[in-house]
């Protein structure tokens, strides 16, 4: 097909921001990326959450999950009238094939998806005899495969449930907030999986990032407040019945 | 005098312990790993390791660069911010190397109602149908072209 | 599964090889302790059972980190522990508390108490036998009245530190489960206090136990003495153990917090059989019943010792099914209390019941051969003297 001079104009500067993003689609480090610079959270909105799964299976296909095993899921909750102390919640498979009909009517019912919080004051990397799960500088906690004894000490201290036992590898496993990704400018697979905008990576230290409007004006919540872990997960609409 | 011939037995028991210690502190400058305690901690390395992982998805930025003129069809409807790989899956391959992955056209079926089939947890003011008596067995983009999804009884583009 | 649970709760962590490491290290700090009673205390009632029960802690600690190395994903990675011990973790901290306690203390004492019949045993043995005596003086063959005064007050030092070290031991692992403040059914301060007396019971029973065996197996009368003090001891500490765990359950009960419900249902279902039925009943309340009848009732020797020795069997099943209902009932209930699992043990599994099965009779074995080689009655060692020495 030829293009017009104008049609080279015009695509040439959007050309160079692909070729951007296919070179960092190669396997390399993040040369540019300063961890100082970056305190990562996240915000999902439960109000815009549909559980159509997407996010579950796009973090299943980006970070090779194992059947079966979670490091984001989605719990559908259906709440009877003032009784928040008695839910009734689902999460068929995780949410990863969205949600079929329960046949609940009635009551107050919506989704909450969940992933590592990566708490600020992690009891996760607390109880790890060795060291092989940790906080970044920039805020995300980590696990290292080849250092992990599979002790799973970390996996009995995590309140939210967040972390499992890879079947293959033998080590802890859970979310990573895609650093592989975000280290490089994207945003995480479930971010960009989500087609409502129910979950946004959120960068606490930038201060143009949208997450600071919208904490100064939204009730947010973060799970277990009690626990005190630091959770940097906030929940936008989170009701009291949620776990 | 005899008090310390009588103690004397205790000196190998001390040269054991001493030696032990020893042992212990040449293990540790031997195996434990040079990138351990690098930026706290942990295994400094680990960092690069994890970093390194290929990437899945590709993310909108690297779609938008090859075909703007999806979206700009995109742009002006309710999907905007429904982003290609949303449906169309992970194609970081795809992008790489264009001509190598052919993407496939997601199923219809299974593709929009997972999203749009009423379920009461979903929001209320969110576009849901019940899917059998919506589309009477006819394929979604029939009267939506999923790009920019109005109604269009006229057919798929 | 039952009810909802987060997706990934559903499987298991931590299996019945982790309900047998504190079993395991709770019998060598009960055992130790009840040797250091006679050490410290000056209980010289107990004097017939203290090398008896040092060799029975050492064959214990021997076997007690095998269970962890079956369970590890990476058991060739465990040295990581000692290598880079992460200060904030109890777990990597108790490596060196169990390294302590091995090499500083019991084998100090062990080696320390037996030296004199080493040094005899060398002398008097042949072969490889000797060789191993050999090695085992460590190149002193000083067994003067000088000498001994300085092993006895040096072995009294150590079992002075060697208190609070096994203390330590079994007080660190309730701490690991008890420090979880994700895990309502082990966050307690009160956990390694529990574990701690649970453990004093358990290993004074298997004292009590091996010191009937072996006297039974040897032919010979046992010192009553010994053991009504023994079984006294027993008695004393059930009491103080019995009323801790009374303690945690009426105050959760009462406090009724947000996990009461979860749990308690568990309790009821679940863990019936484990907790209500063997734990409390068969294994609580009937060694406690027994040993209270025989403080009060004037029993012959005979029925004496047959009460022992049921009391001691049931008080050792009951503290194993503590072990059972911490582990494995702190993963059974889900943390959103809103469900439960079941545990699929194995048979033939690395983490089943075969293992286990060995890994609990592993340790009489070791013990047998401790007790040929370090034999604790002195008329045995005295025999083997005289009978090496005719060659």
């Not at chain 3, 107990?46 to 079956?70: C, E, G, H, N, S």
């Not at chain 3, 956990?191 to 091996?210: C, D, E, N, Q, R």
């Not at chain 3, 009460?307 to 503590?322: D, E, Q, R, S, V």
Request: contains cysteine.
């Amino acid at each position: 097909m030829t293009l017009s001079r104008r049609q080279i104009l015009l695509l040439l500067p959007a050309a160079v921001v692909a070729w951007d993003f296919v070179l960092a689609g190669t396997p390399e480090e993040a040369p540019n990326y300063k961890m100082t610079d970056h305190w990562w959270g996240m915000l999902l909105d439960i109000t815009k959450c549909i559980g159509c799964g997407s996010c579950v299976r796009a973090c299943s296909m980006e970070n090779e999950v194992p059947d079966g095993y979670f490091r984001t899921w989605v719990e559908r909750y259906h709440v009877d009238d003032w009784h928040i102390e008695n839910p009734r919640v689902d999460s068929p498979d995780g949410g990863k094939e969205g949600f079929p009909t329960n046949g609940m009517t009635g009551g107050k019912n919506f989704f909450v998806p969940k992933l590592c919080n990566h708490c600020s004051d992690s009891p996760c990397t607390q109880v790890c005899p060795v060291g092989a799960t940790f906080h970044t500088a920039d805020g995300v906690v980590l696990i290292d495969y080849n250092y992990c004894l599979g002790c799973r000490y970390c996996i009995q201290a995590c309140p939210y449930g967040c972390r499992f036992f890879h079947p293959d590898r033998h080590t802890a496993e859970k979310c990573t907030l895609c650093y592989h990704r975000i280290s490089k400018g994207l945003t995480t697979a479930c971010c960009e999986a989500c087609p409502t905008g129910a979950r946004q990576l959120a960068d606490l230290k930038n201060p143009k990032d949208p997450i600071h409007a919208f904490l100064k004006t939204h009730a947010v919540q973060v799970l277990k407040p009690h626990l005190a872990t630091g959770a940097k997960v906030f929940y936008n609409g989170l009701d009291g019945s949620v776990r | 005098m005899n008090g310390f011939r009588d103690s004397a037995h205790l000196i190998p028991i001390a040269a054991l312990f001493l030696l032990g210690a020893v042992a212990f502190v040449a293990l540790r400058a031997a195996v434990i790993p040079k990138s351990f305690g690098r930026y706290g901690p942990y295994r400094g390395d680990a960092l690069q390791e994890i970093t390194s992982r290929p990437l899945v998805y590709a993310g909108h930025e690297a779609c938008e660069g090859c075909h703007p003129d999806v979206l700009e069809i995109k742009a002006k409807g309710v999907h905007a911010h429904v982003n290609c790989e949303s449906c169309h899956g992970p194609l970081a391959k795809h992008a790489d190397d264009p001509a190598s992955v052919i993407p496939v056209k997601p199923d219809v079926a299974t593709l929009c109602v997972r999203c749009h089939s009423e379920n009461i947890a979903k929001p209320s003011g969110f576009p849901q149908v019940n899917a059998k008596e919506h589309t009477q067995g006819q394929p979604c983009n029939t009267c939506h072209q999923p790009h920019s999804p109005g109604f269009d009884p006229g057919g798929k583009k | 599964m039952e009810g909802f649970m987060y997706p990934n709760e559903v499987e298991l962590q931590w299996s019945v090889l982790i309900v047998l490491y504190p079993f395991l290290t709770g019998l060598v700090a009960g055992a130790f302790i009840l040797a250091s009673l006679e050490r410290v205390f000056r209980v010289e009632a107990v004097k017939p059972t203290y090398r008896l029960a040092l060799l029975t802690a050492l064959a214990f600690l021997i076997v007690a980190p095998l269970p962890l190395q079956l369970h590890l994903g990476h058991p060739e990675r465990s040295l990581e522990m000692y290598l880079t011990p992460h200060r904030a973790s109890a777990m990597a901290m108790f490596g060196f508390v169990y390294l302590w306690y091995l090499m500083a203390v019991l084998l100090l004492e062990i080696w320390l108490d037996y030296r004199r019949d080493i040094v005899l045993m060398a002398q008097s043995s042949t072969g490889l036998k000797r060789v191993m005596y050999r090695a085992l003086t460590l190149g002193s063959t000083n067994i003067s009245a000088g000498a001994l005064r300085v092993d006895d007050r040096a072995g009294w030092f150590i079992t002075l530190i060697g208190i609070p070290s096994a203390f330590m031991l079994h007080g660190y692992v309730g701490f690991i489960f008890g420090s979880v403040k994700a895990n309502p059914w082990w966050s307690t301060p009160l956990m390694p206090v529990v574990f701690l007396f649970s453990a004093m019971v358990s290993g004074i029973a298997l004292v009590l136990l091996m010191y009937m065996i072996t006297s039974a197996i040897r032919r010979r009368a046992i010192d009553m003495n010994c053991l009504d003090t023994i079984a006294n001891y027993l008695f004393y500490t059930f009491v103080i153990d019995f009323s801790l765990e009374m303690l945690d359950l009426i105050h959760r009960i009462y406090e009724a917090d947000e996990s009461f419900r979860s749990l308690d249902f568990m309790v009821h279902s679940r863990l019936f059989l484990s907790q209500i039925v063997l734990q409390i009943f068969v294994g609580t309340l009937t060694p406690l019943m027994l040993l209270a009848l025989t403080q009060l009732v004037q029993f012959s020797e005979q029925v004496r010792k047959r009460i022992y020795a049921a009391a001691a069997i049931l008080t050792m099943i009951g503290i194993f099914a503590m072990r059972w209902n911490v582990v494995i009932g702190g993963q059974l209930f889900s943390k959103s209390f809103l469900g439960y699992t079941t545990y699929k043990m194995g048979f033939v599994t690395k983490e089943g019941m075969l293992p286990a099965i060995i890994l609990v009779i592993l340790p009489f074995a070791i013990l047998y051969v401790l007790i040929k080689i370090l034999p604790p009655w002195q008329e045995e060692t005295a025999a083997m003297i005289q009978a090496e020495g005719i060659d």
